[in-house]
């Protein structure tokens, strides 16, 4: 399966069906190769892609990414595998562990271990019996993986990485550890707006729910950042995993994505008004990014 080297991510999960399929096929349209799509407290990710790949024609959706605890291995391994047997080489199974806030608050289960739980729901998805056709190849399996043990993971038993909140510093690193071959598919946010105080004041609003999920902000720490920037939200932390400016700035920051390493980088924009869907910035931005 190709993937193409630009896809957007957005919170469509929320957006009215209606709008879905406006969007798939604009996106469609437009160039972009791949639709990321979360799974958080609004439709369930696998209707979701399933609406978008047929609302469309050409591209691919992907969960960015599917809870392991929202679900059991044998209810994602067939949905990984219908959806790819009813979409040939369009659809891309993203798996993450979710964070302990979401997995205990919200789905009433004790949080695991992450590697050693991820592992273990591999191995379960990879046994699950299954009588429907089946798709030839199976559509790619990567992971949400963010530190040394998870990319490790990902690199022996899946086909690549989807890191979310991340810098081109940590695309490097996770094409290290992935090695040739894998698919690097890391999210990367984006602010149209050359305004400093404005792209900063969305940026911040965007990252002050990630900063404190400990998840993000030990990788983040892992990179150099210090706690005190993390609990403030500094201006480096958001510059950092947060690209604003103009048109020729955001290609930038995607361009750096791709020079260390990303096969495709998924760009989620930041509208000025939540809830809203950027579509204006995902026609301004569509010349620049894809022919890059």
Known sequence: MEI??????????????????????????LGYSAIWVPETLGRDPFVLCSHLLGASS?????TGIANIYARGPIAMASAW?????????????????????????????????????????????????????????LPPRVLAALGPRMLAL???????????????????????????????????????ETDVAVAREVARGFARAYLGLPNYANNLLRLGYTQEELDEGSDRVVDAIVAWGDVDAIRERVRAHHDAGAD???????????GEVPRDAWRELAPALLSA
Not at 99 to 112: C, I, K, L, N
Not at 123 to 134: E, G
Request: glycine share 8%; proline share 7%; net charge negative.
């Open 58 to 62: 050409r591209i691919s959706a992907a």
């Open 81 to 137: 595998k219908t959806l790819g047997e009813a979409f040939p080489n369009r659809f891309v199974l993203g798996l993450g562990v979710s964070h302990a806030p979401m997995v205990e608050g919200v789905h009433r289960q004790s949080y695991g271990a992450p590697v050693a739980t991820m592992e273990s729901f591999l191995d379960a998805m990879d046994a699950a019996m299954y009588t429907a056709p089946l798709p030839d190849p």
């Open 154 to 192: 990902a690199a022996a038993r899946t086909d690549g990485a989807h890191p979310y909140l991340v810098t081109p510093e940590h695309t490097a690193i996770a094409r290290a550890a992935l090695g040739d071959g894998a698919l690097l598919a890391p999210e990367q946010t984006v602010v149209l």
């Open 264 to 274: 495709h980088v998924c760009v989620q924009v930041l509208a000025h008004e939540r």
């Open 4 to 29: 193409g080297r630009i896809g957007v991510w957005a919170f469509l999960d929320g957006a009215p069906a209606s709008i879905v399929t406006e969007v798939a096929a604009e996106l469609d349209e």
